[in-house]
């Protein structure tokens, strides 16, 4: 990885806020950083003491009406969904607030980091990256080569709508963290929202990974739209970006069929390495 013939400018992005410390964020082991560092990877890595950087981003440049189309129907459905999700605990309003800063670097990422790069790569912060896994990404941007986006595929459900059974079932669950995370209401009024349309519910994706195209800069109002869907309807990314994938069909969007808490030389505490 010495020859500077061709190489790609590539920058890796990850966030851990509102958890207080370092604990939680990426990792690479020596090998990693020495093989980063040779290539001429350059990572961002956000937390609490980024806050100063991040909150003016907060407000979308969206407004409400701009994102979905509201009714008095749909108001009363929501009214309806309050009454029948009745939760012991409900996130809290600094909880939601903290996750959805965290979603800034992941979705606009643009605001933040130099638009000088080739390719633009969101990880969690629960990753530890090993040697080696740098030679992966790059095999996976030359093989999918013309993507705006490159995610995987979920690995257990293949659409919002199993996604959304998947978590009410959980919320019923006591003492599952799903509860603690989500408005379970305001989910199911999300996805009722979207069923209103054409959408044609048929991917859902791990977003725990996303390989951004320089490409995906001119295309950049799906990443408002759908920063702005978090802010105004839900943190649950999952839920949204199959929507607007399908909403914005000049975006090219290729999957990884591999799990990607079990791509090679990596873990993941959801993984299995």
Known sequence: ???NCCKLKIAIISAYIGNGGDSGCISFTSQAK?????????????????????????????ARDEIIKENLFD???????????????????????????AKIPKILFYKLVPNE????????????????????????????????????????RSSVKEEMNFMVDNSKINGNKVIEKYNIADLEYQCSLYKKGTFSDEYLYENTMIIYSKSILEKKRLLEEWYAHNYYLSIQDQLSFPYLLYKYKDVRVSSIPQYVFDMPFSSHEYGFH
């Not at 560092?37 to 440049?61: C, H, K, Q, W």
């Not at 990404?137 to 690995?155: N, P, R």
């Open 75 to 101: 108001k009363l459905r929501y009214f309806v969904y309050k009454r029948i999700y009745k939760q012991e605990l409900y996130p809290s309003v600094e909880d939601d607030r903290t996750r959805l800063i």
């Open 34 to 62: 020495e093989e980063m560092a040779a290539y001429g990877v350059d990572i961002y890595s956000y937390r609490d003491t980024d806050l100063d950087s991040l909150l003016p981003l907060l407000e979308p440049s969206m």
């Open 117 to 156: 790069y080739d390719y633009y790569v969101w990880l969690d912060s629960k990753f530890v990256i090993q040697e080696h896994w740098l030679k992966y990404l790059l095999w996976l941007i030359s093989k999918y080569e013309g993507f705006d986006i490159l995610v995987s595929k979920h690995s257990e």
């Open 1 to 3: 990885m010495n020859n």
